[in-house]
Every structure is written in structure tokens, then in C-alpha cells.
């Protein structure tokens, strides 16, 4: 499996500012993924981070609030924009090998945004 | 699209007993039913997974079945032990989804010793 690192791994930051969160990745993987997963919840995919064109967003998540950029194979950056007390949560990335969609996913270790 | 509920919220097992958290999906172009472990403050992490094509998986005390008909899948842990308390949560995708993961709600699960 893949070994995933994310920075920050905390931060607590203002409200109406942006902080961007970093993912990679230790090897070449097809796809990759941000997920929001709030305290006590279960997780919710917010987009996949498509290497060389435009982040695809699941229903409720938008380019301008979470814009996300993935200029290779290793690696993909989640901006958190204009930030509110409801965007505490923690941020997780996660990869996956293969292209169909019957392949393991594995998790970074997760950003814990705190927002005031 | 999918939606994935998964029962109980709160499990409490003594330990050695067997826990078992079903999980039933929506869509029947699922075929990809992941399970992941997650301890307080730790990132998810696989521990066993099934695809559309198996009725049932075995790895040491971890099991998974699945009905396609019923459209429902099932953990076991057997011989549970204390190292076994955390949250569970099952997922669901489908190819022509492109590989989203829809996760259920999780299941908390304590060993008492």
C-alpha cells in the first residue's frame, strides 16, 4: 500500500481565511481523494483531485469554497477558502491504484482544522 | 445515488465474544465493500474488504459476507479482544461512480476486558 503524508497536521486558523492542506503520496497512484470527516461522523467525500485537469465535487462541496489542485501523480493540495466556524472538521486525502472502481483506498493521517 | 446504513452506533462486547455490524447499501451497481478501522485520533484503515463476486472473505478473526440479492454485507470479528475498540465503518462503490466511496455511519465498538 501506498504511504500518505499530509501538512499540516493540525492548524487553527481565523475566520475568512484560507489555509491549504498538502497530500502526498510515495509513489505513482491513478487517483486520489479529499475527504471532511466532522467530530464523532463518519466521512464525506467533498471531491477527486483529477491529475492535469478540474477537481471533480460531490453534491454540497464547490470549487470556490474547497479549490483543489493535483499537478501530478504524488501529490494534491485542498484549500479550505473563506473559512467559518463549520469548516472545523478534519480533512483527510486518501489514494488509490487501478481505475475501476473495486480498488483499495488508503488514508493520509488527516488535518485537524480548528476554525475561530 | 448510494446510501449505506450500518447497525448498531454502539456495540459492547465482552472480550473473546464475537461482534458482528451489518451494513445494508441502495445501489445495485455496487460491487466493492470496503471496511475500515478507526482508533481514536488515527486515520481509517482497511481491514478487510469484498467484492461482488464472493460471497465471503476470511482473514484470521475478521470475516465479511455479503448478500447481493438482500443487498447487505456483514462484519465478524471473532475472539474479539480490547485492541479490537474502535470505530468501524463500512463503505460501498461502484465502477460507474468512479470508485467514490460512500461510507456508512460507523460503529463504535467496545471490548470490555
Known amino acids: 500500500s501506498a504511504v500518505i503524508s499530509q501538512k499540516p497536521s493540525r492548524d487553527i486558523c481565523q475566520r475568512g481565511t484560507s489555509l491549504t492542506i498538502q497530500c502526498q503520496v510515495d509513489s505513482q497512484v491513478t487517483m486520489m481523494f479529499w475527504y471532511r470527516q466532522q467530530p464523532g461522523q463518519s466521512l464525506t467525500l467533498i471531491a477527486t483531485?483529477?491529475?492535469?485537469?478540474?477537481?471533480?465535487?460531490e453534491s454540497g462541496f464547490v470549487i470556490d469554497k474547497f479549490p483543489i489542485s493535483r499537478p501530478n501523480l504524488t501529490f494534491s493540495t485542498l484549500t479550505v477558502s473563506n473559512m467559518s466556524p463549520e469548516d472545523s472538521s478534519i480533512y483527510l486525502c486518501?489514494?488509490?491504484?487501478?481505475?475501476?472502481?473495486?480498488?483499495?483506498?488508503?488514508f493520509g493521517p488527516g488535518t485537524r482544522l480548528t476554525v475561530l | 445515488g448510494e446510501n449505506v446504513e450500518q447497525h448498531p452506533s454502539t456495540l459492547s462486547v465482552q472480550e473473546g465474544d464475537s461482534a458482528v455490524i451489518k451494513c445494508t447499501y441502495s445501489?445495485?451497481?455496487?460491487?466493492?465493500f470496503p471496511w475500515y478501522k478507526q482508533e481514536l485520533g488515527k486515520r481509517p484503515q482497511l481491514i478487510i474488504d469484498i467484492r461482488s463476486n464472493v460471497g465471503e472473505k476470511k482473514d484470521q478473526r475478521i470475516a465479511v459476507t455479503l448478500n447481493k440479492t438482500a443487498k447487505h454485507f456483514s462484519l465478524h470479528i471473532t475472539e474479539t479482544q480490547p485492541e479490537d475498540s474502535a470505530v468501524y465503518f463500512c463503505?460501498?462503490?461502484?465502477?460507474?461512480?468512479?470508485?467514490?466511496?460512500?461510507f456508512g455511519p460507523g460503529t463504535r465498538l467496545s471490548v470490555l476486558p
Open positions: 486518501s489514494s488509490a491504484v487501478g481505475l475501476a472502481g473495486d480498488h483499495e483506498q488508503f
Open positions: 463503505a460501498a462503490s461502484a465502477k460507474n461512480y468512479g470508485q467514490n466511496f460512500v
Open positions: 445501489d445495485s451497481a455496487s460491487n466493492y
Open positions: 483531485a483529477n491529475q492535469g485537469s478540474e477537481a471533480t465535487y
